[in-house]
């Protein structure tokens, strides 16, 4: 059975089985979208003459052979499979016009308004004891847990300005005002269903952009307030209150209703009301069932974690593997295939967050990819390859290349962008793989933005513009660097995406770094990891400001002492430690167990290390192996087409080993 869906909550688009369908040329675009606007009731001829034609275009004639015209290629698209005098399912003429049929809940604008409708009836039907003005005190006052699944599921639909391909007809108009009231009700119905179930952190990263986005919104604003209070922020919601009323005053001349003025109050007094239900279970620990919907919301729910980012996102990864898991239990490879790679959130490190959960999604994606066989459909596989390609990275293993451009290939010849963007993804992170590729990696990021441009795909839009900056800045090319990480900021602002700034911030203070003095180099790194303190990124944090630190330290000959927990980075640095401790012999001992650096970002970082240790060690075995790896990529800065850290220019390492093996030349010539 075919699953057709139609999506307006942004710009239109049409999804069979998950893959973008082309509904045709801009005006049968506007067609599509005016009849899914009457949710399946027949719109007239004439009524659809005057909304989709100006008064001066065409004659009133002609406009009813068009409309035929379009009607009859939109459906070919919709329904490419009905055969010759069939009558058509989706798009059929009836009453002196057109309807367009969809299944229950194949419209993302319906179910925006149902989830809307249901909330809203929920939470009138609740008893009395609700704090502040309807908000639920208690998990009996505002909206279940089954309710607020589906205000999350429609809350993610949500991708922007409805029908934001559109001219602004008058139709259209109003249906964006209608829909963007129905969305901001959502969010705040979702907030308080989040705050019945005793999850207030969620309901602050539904709520925080919310607010700011719509300031005349006092309700958003006593939500907002409420949710930090019960997560233990009361300064943040104090905070709030008073920027509320500032707001409200200063920029639209609106005297503050009572309830800002009651909960400002009750903050300050810690009033035993605004306390808040026992905290339920995390998303995380919600084992979604094996229906379709349950899986496809739970997916959903994981792809706006991970984007709201946060401590969400180890929590988007849970719940993804939870979905992945419950698919599979079905036995049905299909839905497992299109449970696995419905979350389609970019990955910009080529260290992984949560390596067993990333193992055990591989695992998923390649037994699935043998029970559907050859013959499984081609955006299938080329997603599932892609998942293979983007979750085991940093290895040196050939057969996820394989699967990555594998992927690649496929999504080419299906011709599906969405599917060609997490292709690109993966290409990216096993590019890697091969020494001196961030030309490659240049390419790819400049396809990723213009194929983002052309079908408005905001996240890896992100994605090509930070591989990009990570490119420039290994080639040393700063100033095409600043333009792609400014870039990067500006797609991320409009879509909401928090960890860009973070990685933007890191990447400033890497360049800095390359001429600032050493005590200024360390303050810009310490800066840039405060921003990644509340964020759950363990795979780009853990060890990464000690590691900076070293840098920074070494380029300016500065003892490493003090540097804190190196992470991942440990068996590099430590032969460094115990040199600078003195301990030549332990030093020896500890760069010959370190392991070969893994294939990532910082590979060449990690060769610097070691070329710093035999340099300092006189050993010309190891320098000789780091000799070989760094000079694959001469004209590079080590580590800096990481966007984060670098240990300069590797021609002055390759420099400095070559010095190491003349000296040892001539005292072999002297012996």
Known sequence: MVELRVEVLGPVRVLRDGAEVDPGGPRQRELLARLAAARGRPVSFERLAEDLWDDEEHDPRDRRGALATFVGDLRRRLEPERRSRTPPRVLVTEHGGYALRLPDGALDAARLEAAVDRAGVRAAGGPAAALPDGVPATPDGGAPSGTTRALQEAVAGWRGEPYADLPGRGWVRAERRRLAEAYARAV??????????????????????????????????????????????????LGVVRRARRRLADELGLDPGPELARLERDVLDQAPSLDGPTPGPRLAVTAPTGSRASLRSTVDVARTLAIAAGDHLATAQQQRIAAALAAEATGDPVLTARTVTAYDVPAVWTRSDDPASADALVGVARRTLRRLGPDAAPVLRARLLAVVGIEHRGSRDAWAWAAAEDAVGIARDVGDPGTLALALNARFLQSFQRPGAGAERDRTGTELVALAGAHDLPTFAILGHLVRMQAAAGAGRFGDADAHAAAAEDVAAGYESPVVPMLTAWYRAMRDAE?????????AYRAA??????????????????????????????????????????????????????????????????????????????????????????????????????ARVPDELAGAGSGLVSAGPVRGWLDRLDRLDRLDRLDGRRA
């Open 529 to 630: 990891d405060d921003l990644l303190a509340g964020v759950r990124m363990p795979g780009v944090r853990d060890g990464l400001l000690p590691l900076a630190l070293v840098t920074v330290r070494l380029r300016h000959g500065r003892p490493l002492d003090g540097l804190g927990d190196t992470g991942p980075y440990a068996p590099w640095v430590e032969p460094l430690l115990a040199l600078d401790a003195g301990d030549r012999g332990g030093a020896a001992e500890l760069a010959r167990a370190a392991p070969e650096p893994p294939a990532d970002h910082l590979r060449e970082l990690r060769w610097a290390l070691v070329a710093e240790t035999a340099v300092r060690l006189r050993d010309v075995g190891l320098a000789g192996r780091a000799r070989h790896a760094l």
């Open 515 to 523: 001429t600032a003095p050493p005590d200024a180099a360390a303050r």
């Open 188 to 237: 705040e119905l979702l907030a308080e269903g989040l705050l019945a179930d005793g999850r207030p952190g969620e309901a602050v990263a539904a709520l925080d952009p919310h607010a700011a986005a719509h300031p005349w919104r006092e309700r958003a604003w006593v939500l907002l307030a409420l949710a930090l209070y019960r997560d233990g922020r009361q300064s943040d919601a």
